[in-house]
């Protein structure tokens, strides 16, 4: 569903007010968060989507690790895992089926959460999902709305992610650049929330659907500041540059551009391929974290000495502007 369709829809919903319930769909944050004690709180989160690569075991780890993310980004736990599955029975075959459940499950696996069982359902087209249970201490929560003036911003994975896979289903890519894009989509953010942890953030959120672009206007709407944002400081795939250039972008990119625009001053002398890939709609993306300006150094030195190699520094949260994010060169 596009950002426009979301927020109107999730206008027409009850609110539901209730004292335990400590985040909720109120601030598009990344999962909701209900406490059921002083000392814990469950972290809630559900994702599903069709095949964005052709190898079915690569498939489930992507899906594994973009539906884990939402409970790294807020700082918890994954506890608990449960598949969700739609195929066509007479055109599937098993073995495919077996290979992308067993990527999901490896994942899972490799998270410390659990998988308790799931639900499957006749569909036309191929669907995989999970919905993930975490945990976290509810005075410990990182949210998408905190972010303060003054933060850095630090983006811990390469964006470009969508229009890669999108030049991919048009015509097959090298290889070489496939294995590079599945590494990055199937590499957990857990050790990247555990670095964040360690340090001490004021706000995260995972970069996916809504782009770079899309997630950190969320950010900088909730937080009442305004993000601003170097294009030349971004981790980019450079393969996906030149895709840009030709226009090859997937649906959600173009509907993040159409939506999100209104939020954003971009600097004229920008490229257009760069501003595409501000927009650009990603898969199992980096977290986008801000951290105070004395602990920016710390966090990402942190992060590359944990092998969360990519992360840099891209901007700064400054006090609020017209925009909620300024893109400059």
């Known amino acids: 569903m596009s950002p ?16 335990n319930l400590l985040v909720s769909m109120e601030t598009l944050d990344d999962a909701g968060v209900y406490r059921l004690n002083s000392e814990t709180a469950l972290v809630q989160t559900v994702d599903i989507f069709t095949p964005i690569v052709d190898d079915p075991y690569d498939y489930g780890c992507i ?16 506890l608990t895992v449960m598949n969700i599955l739609g195929f066509p029975a ?44 975490g945990l976290i201490h509810p005075k410990k929560i990182i949210t998408n709305s905190a972010a303060q003036e003054g933060d850095i911003l630090i983006l811990t994975k390469p964006l470009g992610i969508g229009i890669i896979t999108m030049a991919n289903s048009m015509s097959p890519i090298p290889e070489t650049l496939m294995k590079k894009i599945t590494k990055s989509m199937v590499t957990l953010n ?7 942890l360690k340090v001490g953030v004021h706000a995260a959120t995972d970069v996916t659907g809504f782009g770079l672009i899309g997630h950190a206007s969320e950010v900088a ?9 170097s294009v030349s400081k971004l981790p980019v795939f450079e393969e996906a540059k030149a895709y840009a250039k030709e226009n090859i972008m997937p649906g959600g990119s173009f509907t993040n551009i159409d939506y999100y625009s209104k939020f954003v001053d971009i600097d004229s002398g920008i490229p257009e391929e760069m501003r595409h890939i501000s927009f650009d709609a990603q898969t199992s993306g ?44």
């Open 4 to 19: 426009k369709d979301t927020e109107q829809v999730l206008r027409r919903l009850p609110k539901f007010k209730n004292a």
């Open 63 to 78: 899906v594994a690790a973009n539906s884990l993310s939402d409970v790294y980004a807020m700082g918890g736990i994954p």
């Open 90 to 133: 007479k055109k599937m075959d098993h073995d495919i089926i077996a290979e992308i459940l067993r990527g999901g499950a490896e994942k899972v696996i490799e998270s410390g959460a659990i998988l308790v069982g799931g639900h499957s359902m006749l569909d036309p087209e191929l669907k995989y999902g999970m919905s993930v249970t």
């Open 190 to 196: 857990k050790t990247a929330s555990e670095v964040m």
């Open 221 to 229: 709407r909730g937080s009442k500041v305004t993000l601003k944002i």
């Open 286 to 329: 980096g977290l986008l974290m801000t951290v105070p300006q004395e602990k920016a150094g710390k966090l990402l030195k942190e992060l590359h000495n944990n092998g969360v190699k990519h992360a840099v520094i891209i901007g700064e949260a400054i006090a609020k502007q017209e925009k909620y994010i300024l893109l400059e060169k």
